[in-house]
């Protein structure tokens, strides 16, 4: 609470200092006002044209918590330009997939994230979760297992 006083007042100063208004989306997100949170990244991101890939990432997991598939896509499409490398996108884009049930798309993208970082927890639980939904129960065990073994 303290912080976020100190980050008001900087923002009364300079309405659109970029890091302040990161800070306070941060610290906003870690209190649990993920709503307000989600504002301060949009606002980043829409209007102020910040490209870090930390604030398209978490704007992007805010948008799923809120259930904003769209605006989730544009962010994960957004940072893949920037960052076709990061395995974390990759996995946001496998989850939008299994969120619109399509679940042989979001196991590419999975897949993809786990070719980039073959130890990445919430994409080994979430590939598991798929295959557990097709119908291939032997190999979601066997990623239920990977991710259990981390």
Known sequence: E???LCINKVLELREDEINA?????LIL???GKCDEALKYYEKLIDDLNVTWIEVIREAIYLLFL???LEKAEKYIEMGLKLRPDDA???YFKGRLYEKQNKFEEALEYYNKALQLMPHHTKALLAKA??????GRIE??????NKALDR
Do not use: G, T
């Open 66 to 68: 809120f259930n904003k």
């Open 129 to 134: 979760r798929v295959l557990e939904k097709l």
């Open 2 to 4: 303290e912080a976020l």
């Open 139 to 144: 190999e979601s065990v066997e990623y239920y």
């Open 29 to 31: 997100k870690r209190i």
């Open 21 to 25: 208004i990161y800070l306070k989306a």
């Open 88 to 90: 974390s996108l990759w």
